[in-house]
């Protein structure tokens, strides 16, 4: 862990497995990864491969049985669930394919909410969320809410409201599957330049082999490792 500049994430030998009837299921082996700022690596493998497993892992939803996960230089396995959920909150942004808005809040105020939860003021957070909600393209419509809003609009606001605490590390599930492709290209277009902008790491599931090619390089899982695509 001396390399400079300090990866967002760094996987160091991490195996993951689980119970299944009287014997075990190893998921990952002994993943050993790393997601410098700035870079988006694209994560693609097929379903029960182990790539929800690593995602929980790497975003501290799940711990691992052995080996270690560090966000930023800070090692997270032995943290009790109070500085897991502490470092999650601060340090990483998740995505997933369904954009998980509440519907009786609008654009604005949903990218507001994970600030205020962090204790920012209100207006604080009000002018952070419209300069994240403008740079990707919907500063127009800061005050529709989600059912006003198209798909990738929506997709953009969950993208807006996962780096408005100003991660170091974005985590996102298939975070365009669930879109038509002209609007998953555009979508992905706006994360990139969110990502490059910002300079936070991001690991991206999918299954869309063009999106991936748009990424610094692609990575997959083979027998539980994770390897080089």
């Known amino acids: 862990m001396s390399s400079t500049p300090t990866p967002a994430l760094f996987l160091s030998q991490v195996q993951r497995r689980y119970k299944q009837g009287q014997g ?8 050993d990864a790393a997601v410098w700022p700035g870079e988006i690596v694209a994560l693609v493998a097929p379903s029960g491969s182990g790539k929800s497993t690593l995602l929980h892992c790497a975003g501290l939803l799940e711990r691992p049985d052995s080996g270690e996960v560090y966000i930023g230089a800070q090692p997270t396995v032995d943290l009790d669930d109070a500085g897991r959920t502490r470092l999650r909150r601060l340090e990483i942004g998740f995505v997933y394919q369904f954009h998980h808005l509440l519907p009786e809040f609008s654009a604005l105020e949903n990218v507001c909410l994970p600030q ?6 209100r207006e604080t957070a009000q002018e952070r969320a419209t300069e994240l909600l403008t740079f990707l393209g919907l500063g127009e419509r800061l005050e529709h809410r989600p059912g006003e809003l198209s798909g990738g609009e929506q997709q953009r606001v969950a993208i807006a409201r996962a780096v408005a605490n100003a991660p170091r590390l974005l985590l996102a599930d298939e975070p365009t599957g669930n879109l038509d492709p002209k609007t998953a290209g555009h979508v992905f277009a706006t994360l990139i330049a969110l990502v490059r902008a910002s300079r936070l790491g991001a690991l991206i599931a999918t299954h869309n082999l063009d999106l991936a090619a748009r990424m610094d ?13």
Request: aromatic letters at 4%; charged letters at 20%.
């Open 217 to 229: 390089r692609q990575i997959t899982i083979r027998d539980g490792f994770v390897v080089p695509l």
């Open 116 to 121: 205020l939860v962090r204790g920012l003021g």
């Open 24 to 31: 075990t299921l190893e998921i990952l082996r002994g993943v």
